[in-house]
């Protein structure tokens, strides 16, 4: 067993670690940093960027949001719901680090909403400014994974400030003194050999269970696989989860980010792509249950979809509107999927359909059609032919769906390809106050305990708020320097 | 020679390349093609420099090092080649990596980090491959490929076997096997060798088969990990197939001091954990080791650690295979030992327990006396005293410290009371135990097995008690278990040769009662049990039973044998502190609750292998050595281990065929007899058998590629 000592030791170098480990470093401390991969960035390195309010990049754009006003909004989004003063702590903290970034070298492309929508999709029509997109080093227009710049920059901004990191080497459990004050953490290097670090402070950054089967199914009753296609990046099993359970931390609801996807979705991407357009989505009744034009947010849809009967969906066009699309371009664009997805799709469709992939189907009738895809088939013809009339109407009167949507299931053959509730990873599960400072039920401090990103990330309510896009990030990136620097701060007191 | 790169005098071996030079001055360069282990191509393009102010950027990979030369990786033309080169690897890749087991170990997502390259100036297509996942061990998602090409060089230089290679298809080009046949038929050595080399998420080992609890290494090499010795079974299977018996038996020797023992009757759990299972069957690792020890001349008993005299004593109580193993490598360590056992002769379970045609004493007396003598060395007189015929109640009083004359004492007295369960006619005449029965057997007075033999309970004791009852002649021998067959603790090859030999298998029966023959009689005349539908311990660990209705059945029994567990028989009286009823309780370093005494094996864990026992052993010595002012290194180096060599070869006949099986005598033949009915190994099966092994271990002599952050 080896034996090390040290000031602060951050569990994980994902974004949450990385800001802790920076701010921590910064403010004086000896910081070991142990990471189970050996990447820095986790989650983070799919993502673009961060959520923030006041920083410089927004002031530059002449882009007004106070952390105020995003607070207030945050608030009456989840209806008091979260803990406002760590909100409160994580807006008001969010300009600032945007400038404690560009002061690593990080760039930022611009300040943007999620995406552009139409008037009538409020939703994220009027999305805030706060997504601050990352630069990528070599110049180009931000894509996925533009946030490893980021990363890279943090990973080197802490291994400058002789934050030691330890890769492929997961913590195992937090040690304690006799009073319940964290005081050492242990783990287990890549040869399996045990490391007891003693230090004053732990900040556990583990980003959640995501990837524990066993455990979204205790927490959140959903069987990974069967009706939930959750991302499941590697790792992310728990650890901190449990660790800080071990020594008495309280507890909170923890949820997932809602939304959807197929089964082995990379492997069938174009399909995915191609299906998520407004035209004719139903329950397996044959019931539509959304305005269509809905369906480009992932958080309603994903939400609809897990409380349809069975958790599944089932998105349906024709011929004709294939023909439209292939022509036209998609009506509503994509920003995940390939920019090819009609020129793709005919092949991946074919080629899926010959391997028998299970959400899809194709066949000349409606009738054939739902019987393939387990739809109720008089179910479905009946609620068609009505939705038909309709279109021939030119007006929804179920949930007045965008008109120029309003296009009939007529010309065959028919498509058909199953939605599954899908998510990112899991929010929350360990109490915390606005000092990220981890509590027990009854809201006493542990001693030394700090957790910090989406284990502690306990301020959405029950779904992601997609009207202040970059939050997940955002608040990593805040908890994580917050708590670095007070874990640092105990070091110094005069 | 001396070089400047990036205005940095470094210094490069002669023959090394640009980018090796740069690499090991802890200049990073970023490279994805190029492995340590791997001749360079230069195919990525990432690691491109410019020399001696040239315009044109070549490859530092495939550039010699050269006195004087002036390398420039950030040069304007390097660096817009290299980008280019990472941008159109991007843009084939998937831009979702959230599925992908590799995702924070790969070295593209780590490239990608260090150079901040976004694939936006291209058509991004991405080239969905099927994700193949019909070989074993090895799962294909070559949707991830970015045809860096290493598996094809790892497969094809490094081990020789050859069986990857760029192929066109419709889609483009991919990695495949020629001719699109699976990894067997194009005679792959499942060496892992792919998987290890692969810089993404393309060739992986099949999901699910690593578990998380377990170091990589141990994941890696499964049987070495799933050994409770740790015995580096890949090691002295190269060995067996080299025919280098000595070798063999000297690397087994270095974690145990039973080969021979262990290669009859080992439990072998390595086997179970052998990644050959996804092929045809697992490596015979446990006749392997039996074959080398037979054929061992003892060459490396030179190489025997023998520390000078401590002055130390050591008693232990109780001479099973724990007791001597850890007499024996205490004695290495410089301490006299006395070992007490309460039989007539030494071995414990190895001798009392365990049937003569599975383990003859004529193996038992053989490794003890190669342990007195390799104990002994060259000294004058022994390092172990044997004092067999003494039972020691009172272990404490052994020690110094309570009058005795001993430094430390170590209890391994094994589980030798049997257990009569509380049933209706448990102590009627003609119901045994199955220690009293074995026991015995062994010592040449059996007990009366005549007529039926009813054997209750479902391990392999149960199996040794109704073999044992076959051999004594028997009329019929009946194993009734609460466990079904799938359950049941004693291995499929026990109750398989067990029916061979007319031993009769009721699984899944509960006991209701052991019958009068007469009543009045006081002496068995049958059984009854009553088959059951479920068997399963509750949350209090207490055994739940849910009989089926008129399952009901009475067999006729002259004779039932209880077999449903042993425990310790004298350890109450011992005055150390005890769990779980007789059991001796201990710390992880096996000290008990007296200072100075410490306990191992059976007596500890309950009932469990020989191997167990000798690893309990070799723990224990260790932690008494450390007791006694020694370091506690009790490791030895009993053969050299060169280097292994990387090349496999093409497969060799009958490589995935099933298991080699040795001579054995038939069912009806051996039921008459207690002499060993399986014959060893001839050296021809060993070899051909050993050399079945996939050499897992390989895989951990390949080095991990540094990622920019270890710079």
């Not at chain 1, 991302?231 to 020594?247: K, L, R």
């Not at chain 2, 080095?703 to 952050?709: E, G, I, Q, T, V």
């Amino acid at each position: 067993m080896k034996q090390l000592e040290t000031d602060v030791v951050v569990v994980a170098a994902g974004l949450s670690g990385l800001a802790a480990s920076v701010a921590a470093a910064e403010s004086g401390a000896r910081v070991i940093t142990l990471e189970k991969a050996s990447n820095t960035g986790g989650a983070a390195n799919m993502g673009m960027g961060p959520a923030a309010a006041g920083s410089p990049v927004q002031k530059a754009s002449m882009i007004e949001v106070t952390p105020g006003e995003l607070f207030r909004r945050h608030m009456f989004y989840t209806h008091y719901q979260v803990d406002a003063r760590l909100v409160r702590a994580y807006y008001f903290k969010s300009g600032d680090t945007i400038a404690w970034l560009q002061d690593m070298g990080v760039e930022f492309n611009s300040v943007r909403p999620a995406f552009r929508a139409r008037e009538r999709t409020r939703a994220y029509a009027d999305g805030e400014y706060t997504w601050h997109v990352v630069q990528p080093e070599d110049g180009s227009e931000p894509g996925p994974r533009a946030a490893t710049t980021m990363t890279k920059r943090m990973t080197e901004r802490a291994q400058e400030l002789g934050v030691e990191f330890m890769f492929e080497t997961p913590a195992t459990e937090l040690i304690c003194n006799d009073e319940g004050a964290v005081t050492g953490v242990r783990a287990k290097d890549k040869d399996g050999e045990d490391i007891e670090i003693s230090c004053s402070s732990v900040i556990v950054a583990t980003g959640g269970f995501g990837a524990n089967a066993e455990m979204i199914k205790k927490y959140m009753g959903f069987e990974w696989g069967k009706d939930l296609f959750s991302f499941a990046i590697p790792g992310m099993d728990g650890d901190g989860f449990n660790m800080c359970h071990a020594v008495g931390a309280g507890h909170t609801p923890v949820t997932m980010e809602i939304m959807y996807q197929l089964p082995d979705n990379m492997n069938h991407f174009y399909v995915e792509g191609a299906f998520r357009q407004p035209c004719y989505w139903c329950d397996r009744n044959g019931e539509r249950f959304m305005p269509e034009d809905e369906i480009f947010n992932t958080t309603f849809v994903g939400n609809a979809i897990n409380h349809l009967p069975g958790r599944v969906g089932y998105a349906i066009f024709d011929a004709k509107m294939l023909k439209h699309w292939k022509k036209d371009g998609p009506d509503i664009v994509s920003h995940v999927h390939p920019h090819d997805l009609y020129e793709g799709f005919d092949e991946q469709w074919e080629r899926d359909l010959a391997d028998g992939y299970e959400p899809i189907c194709q066949a000349d009738t409606l009738e054939e059609l739902a019987e393939k895809a387990g739809i109720d088939v008089d179910g479905l013809i009946s609620n068609v032919e009505e939705y038909n009339a309709m279109c021939a109407e030119g007006y929804d009167e179920l949930f007045e769906k965008e008109r120029e949507f309003m296009q009939p299931l007529e010309k065959g053959p028919f498509y058909c390809c199953k939605q599954f509730v899908g998510a990112y990873g899991t929010l929350g599960g360990v109490l915390v106050n606005h000092n990220l400072e981890v509590m027990t039920d009854e809201h006493k401090v542990i001693p030394g305990l700090y957790c910090v990103g989406t284990d502690a990330c306990t301020i959405y309510g029950d779904s992601y708020n997609y009207c202040i896009p970059g939050n997940t990030m955002g608040f990593c990136l805040n908890s994580g320097r917050i708590a670095g620097e007070n874990a640092a701060a105990k070091l110094f007191e005069y | 020679m001396n070089l400047t790169i990036n205005g940095q005098q470094v210094e490069a071996a002669e023959g090394a390349s640009v980018l090796d030079a740069a690499l090991d001055a802890g200049i990073f360069i970023p490279h994805l093609c190029k492995h340590p282990d791997l001749e360079a191509v230069g195919g990525c393009r990432l690691c491109m420099v410019c020399v001696d102010g040239a315009s044109e950027p070549v490859c530092a990979c495939k550039t010699a090092a050269r006195e004087g030369m002036v390398v420039d990786s950030e040069a304007p033309a390097a660096d817009r080649v290299r980008r280019m080169a990472m941008e159109l690897i991007l843009a084939t890749h998937p831009t979702d990596c959230t599925g992908c087991v590799k995702y924070g170990k790969c070295e593209l997502q780590s490239m990608y980090q260090y150079m901040g390259v976004s694939p936006m100036r291209w058509r991004v297509k991405s080239r969905p491959v099927a994700t193949d996942d019909s070989n074993p061990l090895i799962t294909h998602m070559f949707t991830r490929c970015i045809r860096c090409g290493r598996c094809v060089r790892a497969c094809r230089d490094v081990r020789g076997v050859g069986v990857l290679d760029y192929q066109h298809t419709e889609n483009g080009i991919r990695i495949g096997t020629d001719g699109h046949v699976t990894l067997e038929q194009a005679g792959c050595r499942f060496c892992e060798a792919c998987i290890e080399v692969c810089p993404t998420g393309s060739i992986i080992d099949v999901l699910g088969s690593l578990r998380d609890d377990r170091s990589r290494e141990d994941n890696i090499v499964p049987c070495r990990s799933g050994c409770p010795a740790h015995i580096d079974i890949p090691e002295y299977l190269r060995h067996v197939k080299d025919g280098a018996w000595d070798d063999a038996v000297a690397v087994v020797r270095e974690r145990v001091p039973f080969p021979e023992s262990l290669g009859c009757i080992c439990t072998h759990s390595c086997e179970s954990e052998c990644k050959r299972n996804g092929l045809t069957a697992p490596l015979s690792i446990c006749r392997l080791k039996r074959a080398a020890a037979v054929r061992d001349t003892g060459s490396w008993k030179a190489r025997v650690r023998h520390e000078a005299l401590t002055g130390k004593r050591v008693a232990v109580v109780g001479a099973g295979p724990a007791g001597l193993t850890a007499a024996l490598y205490l004695a290495e360590k410089g301490h006299m030992v006395t070992v007490y056992e309460a039989n007539e002769k030494v071995g414990g379970q190895m001798r009392y327990g365990i049937p003569a045609y599975r383990l003859p004493d004529e193996v038992v007396d053989r490794e003890m006396a190669t342990i007195s003598e390799i104990s002994q060395g060259c000294d004058e007189s022994p390092r172990i005293e044997l004092r067999c015929g003494e039972r020691i109640g009172d272990p404490v009083a052994l020690l110094a410290a309570h009058g005795g004359a001993f430094d430390a004492v170590l209890v391994s007295v094994g589980t030798h009371a049997g257990t009569r369960l509380p049933m209706s006619g448990a102590d009627l005449a003609g119901v045994y135990l199955n220690t009293d029965f074995l026991k015995a057997a062994r010592q040449g007075s059996p007990l009366d097995a005549s007529g039926h033999v009813v054997v209750l309970g479902g391990g392999n004791v149960a199996y040794d008690c109704a073999r044992t009852a076959v051999r004594l002649g028997a009329a019929s021998v009946d194993v009734c278990c609460l466990e079904a067959e799938d359950k049941m603790t004693s291995t499929p090859e026990e109750r398989a040769e067990g029916a061979e030999e007319g031993v009769v298998l009721h699984d899944a029966y509960a006991f209701n009662s052991i019958n009068e023959s007469e009543p009045g009689s006081g002496r068995v005349g049958s059984v009854t049990v009553q088959k059951i539908s479920r068997f399963y311990f509750d949350e209090d660990h207490r055994a739940v039973t849910e009989l089926v209705e008129g399952g009901e059945v009475t067999l006729p029994a002259d004779h039932v044998i209880f077999a449903v567990g042993q425990k310790p028989e004298d350890t109450a009286g011992m005055g150390l502190e005890l769990t779980h009823g007789p059991y001796v309780s201990t710390d992880a370093a096996l000290r008990t609750s007296v200072e100075g005494v410490w306990a191992a094996g059976d007596c500890v864990t309950g009932t469990k292998s020989v191997i167990a026992a000798i690893e309990q052993g070799r723990i224990a010595a260790s932690s008494i050595d450390e007791f006694l002012g020694g370091d506690g290194d009790i490791s030895e180096v009993l053969t050299d281990h060169p280097e292994h060599s990387p090349l496999l070869g093409k497969v060799p006949e009958g490589y995935y065929d099933g298991r080699v099986e040795p001579a054995s005598a038939e069912g009806v033949v051996r039921a008459k007899t207690f002499a060993p009915f399986e014959a060893p190994y001839t050296c021809d099966e060993a070899r051909c058998e050993a050399s079945r092994c996939l050499q897992c271990d390989l895989r951990l002599d390949l080095h991990a590629p540094r990622l920019w952050n270890e710079y």
